[in-house]
């Protein structure tokens, strides 16, 4: 079963500095798709980036990107000139293509420090 | 554009009722929708998913006959929590997503229930 982790249950950075969010995955099948969520205290969920296992060029969205190790299974985070309103909980998901369902880790609390 | 509009956003009701809650679609057909509950702290799990003129599939552990599902047309997903109790207060949030399946998910606002 493809399960999604975060070793990571808090982080902090100071503002305008970077941060990485880690986040691992185990599946046995090789095309699949991986996301960022944040979600900020008004509980929404928000689309941070989304990348394609096919493809080996990490996703990059302004001040966010990602590393994609697909060997290792690996998808983390960079946040790039943290700002205030980057703070949130962060999801790392997989989609399970099959059964057309995002499986999501534990998250990652970010906090920044003016 | 990819808004998804989820109402009512606060629910606070008498143990006993019965509960609807809406998800739409604004701008896109959703051919799929999803219904996730979250607590306090913890990760969004997964209750059921639609897909617009079928039966719900529901997760493990999930009632059917406790949290109804419709999906009645490619922008209107409703869950109906009947004869809630005080355990089902929590944070509900439906998410919708368009054809094909490796399109992100879309997710309303949720919906926070408070059952006396």
């Known amino acids: 079963a493809q399960t999604v982790t975060q070793s990571q249950p808090e982080m902090s950075v100071q503002e305008a500095e970077t941060v990485t969010l880690s986040c691992t995955y185990d599946?046995?099948?090789?095309?699949?798709?991986l996301f960022w969520y944040k979600q900020p205290p008004s509980r929404q969920m928000i689309l941070v980036i989304r990348?394609?296992?096919?493809?080996?060029q990490n996703a990059t969205e302004n001040r966010f990107s990602v590393n994609f190790q697909k060997a290792a299974k690996s998808f983390s985070l960079k946040i790039s000139d943290s700002q205030l309103g980057d703070a949130a909980m962060y999801f790392c998901?997989?989609?399970?293509?099959?059964?057309?369902?995002?499986?999501f880790g534990q998250g990652t609390r970010l906090t920044i420090n003016p | 554009g990819a808004v998804v509009s989820q109402h009512p956003s606060r629910v606070i009701c008498k143990s006993g009722t019965s509960v609807k809650i809406e998800c739409r679609s604004l701008d896109f057909q959703a051919t799929t929708m999803f219904w996730y509950r979250q607590f306090p702290k913890q990760s969004l799990m997964l209750m059921a998913t639609s897909n617009e003129g079928s039966k719900a599939t529901y997760e493990q552990g999930v009632e059917k006959d406790k949290f109804l599902i419709n999906h009645a047309s490619l922008t209107l997903s409703t869950l109906t929590v009947t004869s809630a109790h005080p355990e089902d207060s929590s944070f509900y949030i439906c998410?919708?997503?368009?054809?094909?399946?490796?399109?992100?998910?879309?997710f309303g606002d949720g919906t926070r229930l408070s059952i006396l």
């Open positions: 998410s919708a997503r368009q054809a094909p399946i490796n399109q992100p998910q879309h």
């Open positions: 599946t046995s099948e090789s095309d699949y798709y």
């Open positions: 990348q394609e296992a096919y493809k080996q």
């Open positions: 998901a997989y989609l399970i293509q099959g059964a057309q369902k995002l499986v």
